[in-house]
Structure formats: structure tokens, C-alpha cells
């Protein structure tokens, strides 16, 4: 996020993140009410957010887009795959930058980074070949215990090197606006796993508050670490926050140990969703449960993988990439169109729904006429953010194509393999420590 911060300004920034984080949360609960009428008009138990399209699409009120139900939940399915490897992509990238730049202090000679992110493939695939989900349970538990210690000791260090010294910027100019928004696009990361959370509650209607607290907490957690980064770094920040902690020092270079760990624990996490999804479907055409061809065919997708990695070694280039064509339709394209779809089919009388109902209660017991005040105020607020989502999801995509291939061929250009923004030693971090 300081990232993205820095493409904004320090006041612009926050404010922005602010808006984006309340119009995801419109259109992520706008979804959940979705899935649940679906789910109740067709029988079923569950949905997830392919079948949210595919229903929404396939029951429309407008015919001439019916036959394209199948591929609605195609594309929604292919990108959160997409999504979910270009995640499994920058961990190579994040994990073999940090461990060069620890270990560049004690071995001068370590190669660059794309030679790291080969060797990586072996332990990263070794990792992947746990069958069960119910096998990661503890590998996710550690990750997370991991993850606190990495935040906290990030914090330690930007919160005991707070200065102005370096040029701070209130605002930036509109031309940096689409780096900011695929990137923050990018940060939410987490909009595939909300219907699947929502269908494994026991208390189903209590989901809606509850992700408004999530999202509340993601968006403050983002802001925090945006202005604490930008604050103690400035123009100089990476993409990956890590690379500006300075060398010698220890909570510093125990950050970088302990979040190369943390990925490691949660990369076979990451792989494992696509692989649900790709090896039925291997399995369903070909006909086969072969173990070896399963495993053989994990090796396979990992070493693409590898091989992207390699090529594209720029975190904030995969970022962009991820947020223009993958998160920011995710985010603000696909559900907007999923609950316009769905509310059409109540004008056309099929039953009653209620699409705006953010909060539960007198919303969801008012007859049509005699809503209350506060009801009328969240449906009229929902509405104008399935609106807003929309117009923004196009502008993102738009915008952050040329930005995106600017930025790739500014990389390549300029970027060098003893920069510190891909694992080279921080010597400017030495006078900051």
C-alpha cells in the first residue's frame, strides 16, 4: 500500500482507499443477497460466485442473454484462477528478493534474482502436492502466526523512523491515478473467498455485518501501512515494502526471514484454489484419478508459473497486471452487472428480493411503499455505489492498460538486478538505520 500511496499522496491516498473499500463492500454484499435468492429460488444449499453469474445470466429478464449463461461463469471462474496464480507469482517473485537482499551481505556473488526464482520451483512444488484441504489447516495456522510477528516487526520499524525529510506529496497529479487504483484493487484480494466464508456460517444472517467489520478493518489496516511506508520512505518505496528495510539491522532482516516463511506456508494455500477448480475438470475429460498424472499436472502449472516469474521479476508490474484485468472486474464489474441482472427479475415479477439490503430488520419486513427512513437511505446509497463500481470498473480497465504497458516497458528499460527494489543490497538504507 505505501506503494499506492505514493501514486496518490499522502491526503488523497487515504480518502480514495476510503471509497474504494466502501464501494467494494457495496458490491460484495450486493452479491451474498444475490447468491441467497438464488439459492433459495432454485433449491439449493450453496453457490459460489460462478454459479451467482451463471444463474444470474442464464434467469435474466432480458432473453437475448440467456445463452450466454455458460459463459458468464467461464470468464468469472477464469479470472479468479487467473487471480489466484498471479498471486502464486508474486510470491516467487516476493520470496527470491528478499532472500537475496539478506543474503547478499554474507555472499556477495548470490545471482540475481530470476536464477532464485528457478531454484524456488523445487521446494514452492514440493509444497503443492497435499491432496486434502484438511491438510493445511496447521500450515495455515502457523502462516498467520507468522504473519502477525512480520507486521509487527514492519512496524517496529517504520513506526521508530517516522521523519519528514524526504519530499512528501498531499496529492499527486491524475496521470499517476491508475497505478493507484489497480494496485489497491490488488490489495483486496480477498472477494473470492466472501461467498465461500458466507456458505461455511452457521449464522448466515449475521455474514453482512460481519463483513462490514472486515472491511472496515482491511481498510484501515491499508491506510496505516500506506502513510506509515510513504511517511518513512517516500519516492523511494518498492512495490515490495520489505526491500526498503535497510541491512544490519536485526528486527529488519528478521521481517524479510519471517515473511519469505509466511509465504512459504501459504503458498500451497494460494495453488490449491485454481487446482480445485482446473483438475476436476482434467479429471472429468480425460477420465482420469491417476495420483502421478494429479501431481505431474501440479508440477506442470507451477513450473508455468515459475517461468512467468522469471520473465516478469517486477512486483509492481504483476500487481498492475492482476488489478487492471483481474481484481478490478472482480471487484467492480462482474457483481454490479450480477445484481442489475438479478433485479431485473423482480420487475418482471418473479418473486420479491431485496437487492439494497445492507442492513437486516426493517428492510427485509417492509412492504413496498412503507420503507423507513434509514431503509429508503441505505437502498438509495447501495444503488448509486452499484452505479459508481460499475463506471469505476471500466475506467480501471481502461485506464490501467496503458499504465500497466507503460510501466512493463519501464521496468524492463530502466530496472536493474542490483536495484534494491529487486533484492539488491539497500545501501541507502544504511544512513535511515
Known sequence: MPWAVSHSGVVIGPILICMLVLISLMTMSGLVECARWHSRKIGLHHMDYGDVAYHSVHSSSYEVIRPLATAGRRVVNASIISMQMGACCIYYVVIAQNIRQVAIEYWPGIPEDRVIIAVLWVPLTIATFNRKLSGF?????????????????????????????????????????????????????????????????KSKELFIRVLCVAFALVGVFMIVVGISGYLVFGSSICANLTLNLPLRDGYSEAAKVVLVLVLFCTYPIQFYVPMGILWPMIEEKFRTSNIYCELGFKAAISALLCILAISLPFVDSIIALAGTFLSAPLQFIFPPAIILLTWSQQNRGDARWDAYSVIQGDCDSAQSGSLSRKCRFFRFLHAWSIVIALLLGVVTVILGLTSTISGIKRNYELSSASSSCRGGANFSAYHLA
Open 137 to 201: 489447516h496447521w500450515i495455515s495456522a502457523i502462516g498467520n502466526l507468522l504473519f502477525l510477528l512480520s507486521v509487527a516487526l514492519i512496524f517496529k520499524y517504520l513506526w521508530t523512523h517516522l521523519h519528514l525529510s524526504t519530499p512528501i506529496h498531499f496529492a499527486k497529479p491524475i496521470d499517476e491515478l491508475p497505478v493507484f487504483l489497480t494496485t489497491t484493487a490488488s490489495c483486496v484480494e480477498g472477494v473470492c473467498t466472501i461467498l465461500p466464508l458466507e456458505n461455511s456460517m
